[in-house]
């Protein structure tokens, strides 16, 4: 297995412009987990679903951000309209079974940055 | 919701030494306890979990303990090697996962 896959690695836009970011989770796993990391906060968890499904959402920073997960191999991460705090890595994992006691597996990243 | 406070925020210990890193939790209903060690551009990866049930387990060099009364937790590494530079992140899952704010650790060869 490729393990979790994200795109694109990289992504530098410009204030006020719309940003999606893309995970594929390890085929099997049931749930999907998006984190934020800058170094202020740390790593913060903004969202995940369990089956397709969001769970909860409660760390989504505001209305700009929105997640979705149409099928069990891909999901979405997006800002709308981006501004230059959004600045951060961007993390998805996925693991199996019910937490908790399952590992995360994270994916490589996606590095943002909103001039 | 779930707190998970860590210390220190930096170490530096000398090649060959012991590291010691605590975390505390909130929520008592949490039940898994993961570290992950983040190397510097790379992803987080878990190096050892620790289950409510268990006081104590260890892996080679890297053990984690559990006072599940005191709500703590914490990650031991002997015989500190510079491979072992990182950030270190410990973790408190119930049902999702909350972080602490890391600890990046340093030894010196």
């Known amino acids: 297995d490729a393990g979790v896959i994200q795109s694109p690695r990289h992504e530098v836009t410009e204030m006020g412009q719309e940003v999606t970011l893309r995970c594929k989770p390890i085929s099997g796993h049931d749930y999907l987990f998006w984190y934020r990391q800058t170094m202020m906060r740390g790593l913060e968890l903004l969202i995940y679903f369990n089956n397709n499904v969001p769970i909860d959402d409660s760390g989504m920073p505001e209305d700009r951000f929105s997640a979705k997960m149409p099928n069990a191999s891909f999901s979405t991460l997006k800002i709308q309209p981006s501004e230059p705090r959004d600045s951060a890595v961007y993390f998805c994992?996925?693991?199996?079974?019910?937490?908790?006691?399952?590992?995360?597996?994270f994916g490589p990243g996606t590095r943002l940055t909103v001039l | 919701g779930e707190n998970v406070e860590q210390h220190p925020s930096t170490l530096s210990v000398q090649e060959g030494d012991s590291a010691v890193i605590k975390c505390t939790y909130s929520?008592?209903?949490?039940?898994?306890f993961p570290w992950y060690k983040q190397e510097l551009g790379k992803r987080p990866q878990l190096i050892i979990d620790i289950r409510s049930n268990v006081g104590e387990k260890k892996d080679q060099r890297i053990a984690v303990t559990l006072n599940k009364t005191a709500k703590h937790f914490s990650l031991h590494i002997t015989e500190t090697q510079p491979e072992d530079s990182a950030v270190y992140f410990c973790?408190?899952?119930?049902?999702?996962?909350?972080f602490g704010a890391g600890t990046r650790l340093t030894v010196k060869p």
């Open positions: 929520d008592s209903a949490s039940n898994y």
């Open positions: 994992a996925s693991s199996s079974g019910t937490p908790p006691g399952n590992e995360q597996f």
């Open positions: 973790a408190a899952s119930k049902n999702d996962m909350r």
